[in-house]
């Protein structure tokens, strides 16, 4: 079992609010990734980090933001939750090349 | 331009029979290839992986992939298929430090 985690698994929110999902590994994996998975879509990648103090828009033109301040963890924010944003949020870690581990993902439902 | 083109949405076997999903690639250069599996509610799990070692990679659950580069192909194989391994595949190139998926094949066992 790999040691990413993701929180909260579930989560049904307003619009309007902001909303940080949580992403943190213990493998001390520099690369860090966000992907967006629409129900029976495929992945896209949104954002993804290098390392500390890195951070890089994905091919998927997302409106969250992320940060990287400390290795282990990678949390992305939407500053104004809408509908449009109802999706599964999965986050990675890997070291390049090798592999990437995936957390359990983060649905997100805004009414 | 690195892509992944899954040729089959959805993929239906019975029990006990072979399991093939395909997967073509596009790169610039040789890439890393990975199969990842995703049970519903699940976080994605490597089944295998390939980065120009052996051609033919064995993953775990008795899964394996030829890496054809004449065809750009890494097909997934499994000789008898079990009903665990319903689930949805993703088929997935490495390169310039970003993952690229395929958008999936989901496989139905059958008893």
């Known amino acids: 079992e790999a040691d990413i985690y993701q929180t909260p698994r579930y989560l049904v929110i307003g619009t309007g609010k902001k909303i940080t999902l949580e992403c943190s590994q213990t493998m001390g994996h520099d690369k860090m990734y966000w992907y967006q998975q629409d129900p029976g879509m495929e992945l896209h990648l949104i954002h993804y980090s290098y390392g500390v103090n890195s951070t890089e828009k994905g091919d998927l033109s997302s409106e969250s933001t992320v940060s990287r301040i400390r290795t282990e963890h990678f949390p992305l924010t939407l500053e104004s939750a809408r509908p449009s944003h109802t999706s599964q949020y999965l986050c990675?870690?890997?070291?390049?090349?090798?592999?990437?581990?995936f957390g359990q993902g983060t649905r997100l439902t805004v009414v | 331009a690195q892509s992944v083109t899954q040729l089959d949405s959805h993929v239906s076997v019975s029990e006990g029979t072979p399991v093939l999903l395909r997967c073509n690639y596009s790169?610039?250069?040789?890439?890393?290839l990975f199969w990842y599996v995703q049970h519903p509610n699940k976080g994605l799990q490597l089944l295998l992986k390939y980065t120009s070692a052996a051609t033919l990679v064995k993953g775990i659950n008795g899964f394996e992939a030829e890496f054809k580069k004449s065809e750009t192909s890494f097909h997934l194989t499994k000789p008898s298929a079990h009903m665990s391994d319903a689930a949805e595949y993703f088929c997935?190139?490495?390169?310039?430090?970003?993952?690229?998926f395929g958008s999936g094949t989901k496989l139905n066992v059958k008893p």
């Open positions: 997935v190139l490495y390169n310039f430090n970003k993952f690229y």
């Open positions: 790169s610039s250069y040789s890439p890393s």
């Open positions: 990675a870690s890997g070291l390049g090349g090798a592999e990437a581990f």
